[in-house]
Structure formats: C-alpha cells, structure tokens
C-alpha cells in the first residue's frame, strides 16, 4: 500500500462519519457522535486530515492561541493504517503549523508518546 499520503486542513471535504469510523477503530468510542465531533474539530485553529487514495485514514487537530502556546489533540490513524508514517505526518503538519508558537504540548495516551 504505498500510494501517496495527502494531507488538507479543509473542514468542508471531510466525511464525519469517516472521522467517526476512526475513532472507533482504535476503541475510543463515540467521541459523542457527529455534531459533537464537528464542534471539536471547528472549534480549534489547526486541523489535519490524511487520506490515501481519497479514503480518510487519520486526523489530528492543535488547540492554540495563535501566538504563544499550542496543544496536540487527537492525532489518530485508522487501525489498519498504524505503522505506516501517517501519524508523524500528521504532527509535522500540525507542528508546521504551529511553528511560530513557543511551546506546543503533546496530549497522548501513555506509551504511544514516542510514536507520535
């Protein structure tokens, strides 16, 4: 499977039901379902979405205040897509993005720190 990797912060091309599908393919639930996730991803200054092959395979989103500080959220890779690169992708999408700000804090679940 090594077919490019393309990476947009476009909120008006994402499939939320895809987004949906990923959580729960890393069991963490319904993250309480679209509107709650549309908000959660509307609601933050920097966004990522990877696809291969215009299918969603992951997603990450930076809170910040735009000038000094930053904080990683949810940076998620279908399951059946983990081990490929897409996840550091994602960070160094949201990392770019964020370059300006002085400290940027990564939220993990504990042991997938040094694969973020």
């Not at 933050?44 to 910040?64: D, I, P």
Request: hydrophobic share 40%; glycine share 12%.
């Amino acid at each position: 499977m090594n077919t490019v990797i393309a990476f947009h912060d476009d909120l008006e091309r994402v499939d939320w039901q895809a987004v949906a599908d990923i959580y729960r393919s890393v069991q963490w639930g319904q993250r309480g379902g679209r509107k709650i996730i549309i908000t959660s991803f509307t609601n933050v200054r920097y966004t990522c979405f990877a696809y291969r092959g215009g299918e969603l395979v992951g997603f990450g989103k930076m809170m910040s205040d735009g000038v000094k500080y930053g904080a990683i959220y949810d940076v998620v890779v279908h399951r059946d897509h983990h081990h490929q690169g897409i996840g550091e992708g994602i960070m160094r999408w949201l990392l770019d993005k964020g370059a300006d700000l002085s400290l940027i804090t990564l939220f993990a679940v504990p042991g997938k720190e040094e694969t973020a």
